[in-house]
């Protein structure tokens, strides 16, 4: 069992690690894909680099500097978090990993497609957390929408209680899987009181009666919303300690909204990570 | 005053029958946004008067849910005069819920 466990390896993350590594509390970082930071050709804002630093040099420094503390460091992908209680269970692609803390920082990232009808039947037959609402649609037809790894592990969660799954991937290339699959770029989402049908660009109609939103890699958004953790539209609600609504888990850095400045994110990144080890000190009393 | 219980059997006559304000939450324990919602729901059966708060476990009373068209949890429906007034999809903070009570 990990003291804590941090999402994503950009500045909040990577400030999180060391600040909780530090203090002597077991450490671990998972990130996949590409950081902000990563994509960012210079950053010429960020105090004590006189010619500015090239985003993705700062990116690789930082995770550098964890590893050399002593901090482990795995690149594997999330699909979902449960709360255990007082511990919380980590499901990668690869394992599942036991913590008694968890830090957010993997940025902010739109979980809605900009697909029209989509944010009119949230609730009515579209939802983000087939944990929490596939229950709703037993024997019944649903699609995924998405077309990674996260999609197809909804999926997979959903093809235990639900009739058929299509998973339509919107315009992107399809995954390989046993899953049947629709790569057309989707139109509309219609219905009436809830979602019936599907229209593509090329005029063809499916219907179904439930839609599953899985696109990307799961971030802190689908995290926030399978977990119930309290947000103010796509940003996760955090107190000065970056506290969120419930005990042990932390979030910082753009997952949080407000000023998106590396500053921010190393500062909340380190207010995560001390919080963490104040935490973890009257849960080993406690427990 | 405390979180009532509703279920199949008392739903007609202790939500839909009754005059006033009921807000009814609808969950399932397997539901972790339930779970945080929860404490929110406590707090409003104890601080606001004038109010019946309850809540219908949708796992074991699918008529009441599907019958108000439940297909994502926490849901919230505040009810007067026993129609459905408001509905709340999802963790709903307790302001948002307060505001719609007073």
Known sequence: MYDVVII???????????????????????????????????????????????????????????????????????????????????????????????????????????????????????????????????????????????????????????????????????????FKTNDKKIKEIKG???????????????????????????????FAKTLGIMQSGDYINVNDKMETNIKGIYACGNATGGLLQICKAVFEGAMAGLSAVDYIRNFDKEN | MSVKIFNDNNFNNEVLNEKGKILVDFYADWCGPCKMMSPIIDEIAEEIENITVGKVNVDENPEIASKYGIMSIPTIIIFENGMPQKKFIGLTSKSEIESELK
Not at chain 1, 8 to 19: D, E, F, K, R, V
């Open chain 1, 8 to 178: 994503g390896a950009g500045p909040a993350g990577i400030s999180a690690s060391l600040y909780a590594k530090r203090a002597n509390l077991n450490v671990l970082v998972i990130y996949n894909g590409k950081s902000n930071l990563e994509m960012t050709e210079k950053i010429d804002n960020y105090y004590g680099f006189k010619d500015g630093i090239d985003g993705k040099e700062l990116y690789i420094n930082g995770i550098e500097q964890a590893k050399n503390l002593g901090v482990e460091i795995k690149k594997d992908e999330v699909f979902g978090i449960q709360n255990l209680g007082n511990t919380f269970e980590i499901r990668t692609e690869k394992e599942k990993i036991e913590t008694k803390t968890l830090i957010i920082a993997t940025g902010n990232k739109n979980i809605r497609p900009n697909i029209k009808g989509i944010a009119e039947f949230e609730g009515k037959g579209i939802s983000y957390c087939a944990i929490c609402d596939g229950f709703f649609f037993k024997n019944k037809d649903i699609a995924v929408i998405g077309n990674g790894k996260y999609a197809l592990n909804e999926a997979k969660e959903l093809s235990h209680i639900v009739k058929n799954i299509t998973i339509l991937t919107n315009g992107l290339k399809a995954p390989l899987t046993e």
């Open chain 1, 192 to 222: 009436e009181q809830t979602v019936r049908e599907i229209e593509f660009e090329d005029g063809e109609k499916i219907e179904v009666d439930g839609i599953f939103v899985a696109i990307g890699q799961a971030g802190a958004g689908n």
